[in-house]
């Protein structure tokens, strides 16, 4: 019997011609796809899992590849869809690297350099005082935000209680905060699929700004990794278990080390502007993704 995968691309910023080129490649290996297979249309019965008049517990793999769009009810129906398929990432990885804290604290139990961090009941944060004090100044995060939403850098406990007032409960469930890392303003985002390396570039904090988001006027920057900065993305995208990731990696200029901020299941492709500025990692990206479903939906016993 035929292979078949279902996906679940992004569309925007050429995710689109990703996606049909993709498929493309995949068809020559003769595995076919079924595209847009968004779970919010997902629908389970005693008969499987249904989307779209596709039955994905049949497929051989789902590739989930859509940032930002995840609701509960997608975030469980994927769940679900794991235990029966094989899922890109695989969700456990995907759900796990959502949350900064427990990436952060798998990684550090590995010998990986992370930020130091901190997480305590929201209402009792008394202890943040002896915080300040160990970690000089520090940064609030929600532990599942993105784009820099919410990230807020505090140089003493005073300023803390200011923002406390500004916090929507529901976006903090806890107090989460890490050791700010004096960096000059620049970070290395390095892509890998299957453990292999990629792709790399940087971005850079707007003047005046500390974080390097492009969503925060941060801009994208070419840049080549040193084989330590490629070696430490690997080892933290190895523990996450992820099979595609993009680990973000800054040097701190006190204690001379790489460290790694922050582990992302979803790394976008260079966008086409991004692609005109240099970024080349795209097909590579897309020959590994291909090489790697080839792989796991087992390539050799199907010939
Ligand atoms: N501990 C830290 N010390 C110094 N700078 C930090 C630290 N943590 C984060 N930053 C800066 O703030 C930016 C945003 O933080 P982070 O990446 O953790 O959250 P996010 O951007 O909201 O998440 P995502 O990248 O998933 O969208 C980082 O890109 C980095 O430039
Ligand atoms: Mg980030």
Known sequence: ????????????????????????????????????????????????????????????????????????????????????????????????????????????????????????????????????????????????????????????????????PHLNPDDYKYFYVERYIDYDGSDYRVDLVNGKFVGCYGRKARDGDWRTNVTAG?????????????DLAQRAARVTGLEIAGVDIVFDRQTEEYVVIEVNGLPAFATPDQERQGLNFNPRKIDEIVEYIDQVTGRDSCQ
Not at 218 to 230: D, K, Y
């Open 1 to 164: 019997m035929g292979r078949k995968i279902g996906m679940w691309m992004y569309q925007n910023c050429g995710g689109a011609q990703i996606e049909q080129q993709m498929i493309h490649k995949l068809r020559e290996r003769d595995i076919e796809t079924v595209s847009a297979l968004d779970l919010r249309y997902a629908k389970a019965t005693s008969g499987g899992i249904e989307c779209k008049g596709t039955l994905l517990d049949q497929l051989n793999l789902f590739f989930s590849y859509n940032a930002g769009e995840q609701t509960d009810y997608q975030m469980y129906m994927y769940e679900c869809l794991s235990d029966c398929c094989t899922t890109i990432n695989n969700f456990r990885s995907f759900k796990l690297t959502e949350d900064k804290f427990k990436t952060n604290t798998l990684l550090h139990k590995n010998g990986i350099k992370t930020a130091d961090f901190y997480l305590c009941n929201k209402d009792q944060p008394e202890g943040l005082e002896q915080v300040f004090a160990e970690f000089g100044s520090l940064v609030f995060k929600p532990v599942d935000g993105w784009g820099g939403v919410g990230v807020v850098k505090i140089d003493n406990f005073a300023d803390l209680n200011q923002l406390k």
């Open 218 to 230: 941060g801009s994208v920057i070419l840049r080549e990794p040193c084989p330590e900065v490629i």
